[in-house]
Structures are given as structure tokens and as C-alpha cells.
């Protein structure tokens, strides 16, 4: 069974860092593109960022290209979303998701998502 | 990248069909075939109904249809069922290796 389990969210002030994981299991993770998509408290959702199997391409949503940045182990099944330089319109809960293999263009797994807070 | 329209929310019975679109442009929708459709229940993580604007992965119900007209794509429920009653969020490629998403309807069964 494929399963992503995010961690790391919490509470920071605006200017802080924070890192997410995402612990992925039940497949051949280092076969697959992986991606971070947000979604604010009740609102739409928004794509993060995108990384290649090997970590050869990384691509960003302008509204975090500088801040974050999206890296993977594939020894440890694990993705990670160091964000730096938080701000109040960052607060959302992050999903981890798969790429979906018969496309490569939408997200066929998704985790349940962690919330990052940020608020003095 | 400008989040593609959705309808705020829509309705139907039980059994009726109901249809949601998603409109972008000629730089998203419109020029790749690569819309794909969420479900997403409350408090629960989003799960992929539609791809490739009219393909069903395993497992979704033949009652969920996608279809693409210009700059529009649409999601159809054939014959609503309770269960069907939740957010729906539209996604398309918009090149560059970019995505947008639509802002989400809430579907809600009568």
C-alpha cells in the first residue's frame, strides 16, 4: 500500500525556517517525481514545488522560488521542504504527492498533510 | 500564474447528473491536454478523479467523465450519490514545468 507521511509543521514567526519530510513507503520511491502542494485554511490549492527522480531537476511556483527548497534521499524513502524566510501567507497545510506514472503530469498519491503556521 | 476559475459551489439530487468547470487560458487549459480532477473530502488529503482531461485512473467510479472545450475543462457526474458530496479542485499543466489549480467548488448533494 502506498502511504506519504509528512512531518515537521508547526508554529514559526514570520522571518523563521522551517523543515518538512515526507516518509514515503509501498513503492519504489526513487523511481518516481515527487511535489509539494499547499493549500491555505480554507482556501484552493496551490502547487510548490516540483523534483525530478534523481534530484537532476527542481522546478518552484514563483511564490516561494528563492525561499524554499525541495530535496530528497532516496536511500531513506524521504522527501524534505526546507522553508526559509516564512511569511503569513506561507500558513497552509504542505501535501506531499506522487507523480502519477501513467501521466507524469497530475499527482496520483497524496499524504495527509502538515500544517506550517506562521503568525508572531 | 493566475488560479483557473471554478464555480464557487454547485448542487443536484440524488441521481441527477452534475457538471463543473474549470476556465483558464490559452497558456494552461487551453494548449495541453494534461487537466487532471480532485476530489477532496473535508479534513482529508485531496484524491485524483480525472487526468489527462478524460482518463479515470483505477478504482473511480465510470459515473466521474472529464472533457476539455477551448479554454475550458469540465468534470461530470453522471448519477450523484451521496458520497459524492465534497470539494473538487481542477489542476492543468501551464508549461515550463508549472502547474495552477483551480480555486475548488463544493458539490453539494440535495
Known amino acids: 500500500e502506498v502511504q506519504l507521511v509528512e512531518s515537521g509543521g508547526g508554529l514559526v514567526k514570520p522571518g523563521g525556517s522551517l523543515r518538512l519530510s515526507c516518509a514515503a513507503s509501498g513503492f519504489t520511491f526513487s523511481t518516481y517525481h515527487m511535489n509539494w502542494v499547499r493549500q491555505a485554511p480554507g482556501k484552493g490549492l496551490e502547487w510548490v514545488s516540483s523534483i525530478t527522480t534523481s534530484s537532476t531537476y527542481i522546478y518552484y511556483a514563483d511564490s516561494v522560488k528563492g525561499r524554499f527548497t525541495i530535496s530528497r534521499d532516496n536511500a531513506r524513502n524521504s522527501l524534505y521542504l526546507q522553508m526559509n524566510n516564512l511569511r503569513a501567507e506561507d500558513t497552509a497545510v504542505y501535501y506531499c504527492a506522487r507523480d502519477d506514472p501513467y501521466s507524469g503530469y497530475d499527482y496520483d498519491y497524496w499524504g495527509q498533510g502538515t500544517l506550517v503556521t506562521v503568525s508572531s | 500564474q493566475s488560479a483557473l476559475t471554478q464555480p464557487r459551489s454547485v448542487s443536484g439530487s440524488p441521481g441527477q447528473p452534475v457538471t463543473i468547470s474549470c476556465t483558464g487560458t490559452s497558456r494552461d487549459v487551453g494548449d495541453y491536454n494534461y487537466v487532471s480532477w480532485y476530489q477532496q473530502h473535508p479534513g482529508k488529503a485531496p484524491k485524483l478523479m480525472i487526468y489527462?482531461?478524460?482518463k479515470r485512473p483505477s478504482g473511480v467510479p465510470d459515473r466521474f467523465s472529464g472533457s476539455k472545450s477551448g479554454n475550458t475543462a469540465s468534470l461530470t457526474i453522471s448519477g450523484l450519490q451521496a458520497e459524492d458530496e465534497a470539494d473538487y479542485y481542477c489542476?492543468?499543466?501551464?508549461?515550463?514545468?508549472?502547474?495552477?489549480f483551480g480555486g475548488g467548488t463544493k458539490l453539494t448533494v440535495l
Open positions: 489542476c492543468s499543466y501551464a508549461g515550463s514545468y508549472t502547474w495552477v
Open positions: 489527462d482531461v478524460t
